[in-house]
């Protein structure tokens, strides 16, 4: 199969969409560096995920998802974030899911 997409949507508390975009460009800087292919983060305007903000990650493929992915549960500075935002409440988790890409 071909690249693989993975999402994770996240709903900001109110008030907190700023503070969580923020965090979550620090995240996507570090996944980008563990070997993250591609990082799109976007918020929905209208539907189902209207306020909710997304990562979308790109892979090439399942096995480049699997290895990134361990190498970032090893990872010292995503440690340091994960401690670093441990009791940050400020979003609530909504969904994450991984797609195979089988046309462009």
């Not at 460009?25 to 909710?52: C, P, Y």
């Not at 010292?76 to 969904?95: L, P, W």
């Amino acid at each position: 199969m071909g690249r693989v997409i993975e999402m994770t949507v996240w709903k900001a508390h109110p008030g907190k969409m700023k503070e969580m975009l923020a965090i979550m460009a620090e995240t996507r800087t570090l996944f980008l560096a563990a070997g993250v292919s591609e990082i799109t983060i976007v918020v929905g305007a209208a539907g189902k995920d209207v306020g909710n903000a997304t990562m979308i990650q790109t892979f090439k493929g399942l096995a480049d998802n699997g290895a990134v992915n361990e190498a970032l549960n090893d990872n010292a500075a995503m440690k340091a974030h994960q401690k670093k935002y441990a009791d940050t409440n400020i979003a609530n988790f909504i969904s994450h899911d991984i797609y195979e890409v089988i046309s462009e």
